[in-house]
Antibody, heavy 122, light 107 residues
């Protein structure tokens, strides 16, 4: 069955970077986009950006432009999201999700990883 | 950025009753709306897409409707596992955006 398995929780200091991984199981990795969504504690969902694992094309929400980088390693079916210049406002659970298709920037998210808690604290 | 406004913020309903959740878009977006359910401590789960198409494995008691700017998620007979937070999402305009959520609680 389709599964997205994310890396474990991280604690970072302000100004540092974090890199979260997302390993895909149960489907052809390059046939579905990967989208990252975050959720601060008790808050709603925030769409961060999109990557086509087939050609590595990406698209980022303007709020994160210049601070986020989404990459992948197709040999191990893993996507990565790196966020730099962290502040306390970046403390959240980060989810990788799968798009319903490939190369479609505007797509719902049909499978979700378990989430990775990133805590930014001095 | 397209704004999605959900109402009510909290809905109290008895098990077995019907629940109706609303989502309004700040501009027309055809039917490019999805609904997600998030239970406490869990990741969200896709319920509906295309405004009215149930995702794989979603029970028939969930239904979606609407087009343009007004969308509705209806749960026909609430089960205990349905008490959760529900989010709508538009994927018509870049970037995709979510509503702020409706908490469905037991009355």
């Amino acid at each position: 069955q389709v599964q997205l398995v994310q890396s474990g929780a991280e604690v970072k200091k302000p100004g540092a970077s974090v890199k979260v991984s997302c390993k895909a199981f149960g489907y052809t990795f390059t046939s579905h986009d990967i989208i990252w969504v975050r959720q601060a504690s008790g808050q709603g969902l925030e769409w961060m950006g999109w990557m086509n694992p087939d050609n590595a094309n990406t698209g980022y929400a303007q709020k994160f432009q210049g601070r986020v980088t989404m990459t992948r390693d197709t040999s191990i079916r893993t996507a990565y999201m790196e966020l730099s210049s962290l502040s306390s406002e970046d403390t959240a659970v980060y989810y990788c999700t799968r798009g319903t298709g490939s190369g479609d920037i505007l797509t719902p998210n049909d499978y979700w990883g378990q989430g990775t808690l990133v805590t930014v604290s001095s | 950025e397209l704004v999605m406004t959900q109402s009510p913020a909290t809905l109290s309903v008895s098990p077995g009753d019907r629940a109706t959740l609303s989502c309004r878009a700040s501009q027309s977006l055809y039917n490019n709306v999805a609904w997600y359910q998030q239970r406490p401590g869990q990741a969200p789960r896709l319920l509906m897409y295309g405004a009215s198409t149930r995702a794989t494995g979603i029970p028939a008691r969930f239904s979606g409707s609407g087009s343009g700017t007004e969308f509705t998620l209806t749960i026909s007979s609430l089960q205990s596992e349905d008490f959760a937070v529900y989010y709508c999402q538009q994927y018509y305009n870049w970037p995709p955006t979510f509503g702020q959520g409706t908490r469905l609680e037991i009355k």
